[in-house]
């Protein structure tokens, strides 16, 4: 038996719809903060905090006024980050480059249509954090 090489471009080409049957919607937060209250460990664990919690999907636990958009699709969601990626990639610093955005991006609606949640952080400098989440739900919450 041998195993194939794997790929890490194995996105391309997939286009998986498992998030359909699943019947997931999807909602988007983001939260910028100092980072000592990223790593206030309890605070993040409280679910009535506004901060980012330590589980992606418990982001669904935080009080509504976390959501800063429901979509009704993975492209929606993309469509979501990108808005919040074009105006901090800067503020990031040269390692934004080690990743190249068809890639940064394609990876992440891959993710997306599989059912899986999306997160991302950023220090935007040497105190301020970014934390970027696109959560799927099947809830009936709205």
Known sequence: MTTPAFTYDYWHDQTREDWKHLGLHWHCHSWRGDGRDYGDEPARRDPSTDLPPKVIAQW??????????????????????????????????????????????????????????????????????????????NRTCH
Do not use: M
């Open 60 to 137: 669904l636990d935080k009080p509504a006024r976390t959501i800063r958009q429901v979509v009704p699709t993975p492209t929606d969601g993309i469509i979501w980050l990108r808005a919040q990626w074009q105006p901090i990639k800067d503020q990031i610093g040269p390692e934004v480059e080690a990743i190249p955005e068809d890639t940064r991006f394609g990876t992440a609606l891959y993710d997306l249509r599989c059912g899986n949640n999306v997160c991302w952080g950023f220090w935007l400098n040497a105190a301020s954090f970014l934390h970027l989440a696109i959560v799927g739900t």
